[in-house]
């Protein structure tokens, strides 16, 4: 958990990074942004309201933690906050070479150095990088006198950051925490998390339960059809089954899970090999035994819709027993009987 009441705003680096690929260009700020009272209140609410999240990543690199860039020039601006200009330089240039693929916006970059901003009870110095590519039109109001006359303004939106990695003074070695922000589509996150910052989701209870839920929901609604004749009644069956393990339970056992979810020792054998196979291809590590998160499964919990699609305009959500609904096929053609006692609009 983050908080900011008492941090203090350093010194506050802009420049502009374009698009690479399309020649846009860059513009390198030849000193540090002038601060008054107001900007610094605005940058400090703005700024690090926006990591109100569960989720830590850290730096990581396949050759050596030395090798990723994002890291290095952050470990020198923690040792001499003084370098923050000079390096935010550095780091503007290499976020100009990773802006690669036509449909990456150029942007504001700035980089905040933070003190005194506490992290689950600890407080420490943290270094922010935010990029700014959506504007947001402003209504100014200009006195004329005996006038008052309105015009547009163009301008950076203090209501949603766009993208964003807040990096903690902590576990240098082990490559960081960093808190991570990203508003755009799926072209800009992938060069914004690994082309640019090299970040991995760290091993914790958040990253396991996340990953768990997301596995298991993989396996009842695509794996399990696949290997089993299992109707779409019975799939939403398993998916309420195992969002009541995760929601009831305080730590999670592989063995546990698979015995009170699937019951049948043959599935449970089958979710244990596609347990495997699911790592590999993910590149991540699922540890059989982990502390739940309740904030990851709350967040799962929304793309866990037990939702049976008829057609293209039919829609049946259970949220309670399956047992009140029943299946079957008669001369007509297939069916689903709802049984109830209540009704309402």
């Known amino acids: 958990m983050i908080q900011y009441d008492n941090a203090q705003i350093g010194e506050v680096v802009t420049h502009f990074v374009g698009n690479r690929l399309l020649e846009d260009g860059m513009t390198i700020s030849k000193a540090p942004v002038s601060q008054t009272e107001e900007l610094r209140f605005t940058l400090r609410r ?48 290499y976020l100009y070479d990773q802006c690669n693929h036509n449909k990456i916006k150029g942007g504001e970059l700035c980089m905040v150095y933070f003190t005194d901003v506490m992290l689950d009870g600890d407080t420490m110095d943290a270094i922010g990088i935010f990029k700014s590519e959506e504007k947001d039109t402003f209504l100014k109001v200009v006195d004329l006198g005996s006038t008052l006359n309105m015009e547009t303004e163009k301008g950076i939106s203090t209501h949603k950051l766009d993208k964003g990695a807040l990096i903690f003074n902590k576990d240098t070695d082990g490559g960081f925490v960093v808190k991570v922000v990203d508003n755009t589509n799926k072209v800009d996150a992938l060069y914004w998390m690994a082309d640019f910052l090299g970040v991995a989701s760290c091993r914790d209870e958040y990253s396991n339960t996340k990953h768990a839920m997301a596995m298991a929901k993989n396996f009842v609604t695509k794996e399990l059809p696949k290997e089993y004749n299992i109707s779409k009644n019975d799939q939403i069956t398993l998916l309420g089954k195992t969002l009541d393990y995760f929601k009831g339970k305080e730590e999670f056992d592989v063995d546990e899970f698979t015995g009170e979810v699937f019951e049948d020792k043959e599935v449970a054998e089958t979710f244990n090999r596609y347990k495997e ?17 309740a904030p990851a499964c709350e967040r799962q919990q929304r793309v866990y819709k037990r939702v049976i699609k008829l057609d293209n305009n039919v829609r049946i959500y259970i949220t309670g027993s399956r047992d009140q609904v029943v299946q079957g096929e008669d001369e007509y053609g297939k069916f689903y009987k709802v049984y109830y006692e209540e009704e309402s609009i």
């Not at 926006?50 to 040792?79: A, P, Q």
């Not at 196979?277 to 998160?293: L, M, P, R």
């Open 46 to 93: 703005f700024l690090l309201s926006s990591f109100e999240i569960d989720e830590s990543w850290h730096f990581t690199h396949e050759t050596g933690l030395e090798f990723n860039v994002v890291w290095s020039l952050c470990r020198d601006i923690f040792k001499h906050p003084e370098l923050l200009y000079e390096k935010s330089v550095d780091i503007a240039k």
């Open 277 to 293: 196979q699911y790592e590999a291809k993910n590149d991540i590590e699922i540890e059989d035994h982990f502390g739940i998160s």
